[in-house]
């Protein structure tokens, strides 16, 4: 949880309590700006647009945003800026050792399957995770620096040969594999999940990853760290 902080006004010398607020990463993780106990408040004598705006990365999904700077209007008419130190930022998430609630992407096309998955990893913990629409002749529709991914969004149950092609493509990265598929999996590719404990998720049409094998299961408690 983000704490308040004790932040005395450079002009009159008056004290406040300052909280800083939480922006809404596109994963759905609040993110705020990392300000040490030691950051120094200035007057905002000129404001300009570049200067009132700072880059921060959500810790969930590694997404760069451009988010306010850290500050507050002081009763005696005067701005006051907090320096964001090292510029680090944190999640809140990650503050509180618990993730936030997934934010599902409706889905009405393959595409959107693609973008929930992505969405649902980096909500996981894997960073940098891109997609690729079309489907390239990998197979791989869903990359990152430590994950790889399959998405089926055809009508008939994802096989046994899919599964192992994105096994596969882990062996060699290195990487987790993960699969994702609208209408399930058939006999085969549940039993030979289980094998090589690949993670499989069913999605429905409201974008809502569900677990299908423990390994899945696991996934979802431990996310990235503990894949």
């Not at 450079?10 to 993780?29: K, M, T």
């Not at 701005?79 to 992407?105: H, Q």
Request: aromatic residues 6%.
């Amino acid at each position: 949880m983000t704490k308040s902080m004790s932040v005395r006004c450079p002009s009159c010398r008056r004290e406040h309590r300052y909280l800083p607020p939480q922006y809404p990463c596109a994963c759905g993780a609040p993110v705020t700006v990392s300000l040490p106990p030691t950051s120094s408040p200035v007057s905002v004598r000129h404001r300009s647009w570049a200067d009132a705006w700072t880059e921060v990365a959500c810790q969930v999904c590694g997404r760069n945003g451009q988010w306010p700077q850290a500050e507050f209007e002081c009763p005696c008419g005067v701005t006051v800026r907090l320096g964001p130190g090292d510029a680090r930022t944190r999640s809140a998430a990650a503050e509180g050792g618990e993730r936030p609630p997934f934010r599902p992407l409706t889905i009405r096309t393959g595409h959107d399957a693609v973008a929930c998955a992505a969405q649902f990893l980096r909500w996981l913990g894997f960073p940098g995770v891109r997609t690729a629409v079309p489907r390239p002749p990998s197979g791989v529709d869903l990359h990152g620096p430590s994950v790889v991914g399959l998405v089926n969004a055809a009508t008939e149950p994802t096989g046994a040969e899919d599964v192992e092609t994105i096994w596969l493509h882990a062996l060699v990265e290195p990487a987790v594999a993960v699969a994702f598929s609208l209408a399930g999996y058939d006999r085969g590719a549940r039993a030979r999940a289980d094998e090589l404990r690949l993670p499989l998720f069913v999605l429905d049409l409201t974008g809502t990853p569900q677990p299908v094998n423990e390994a899945a299961d696991v996934l979802m408690r431990r996310g990235a760290e503990g894949a």
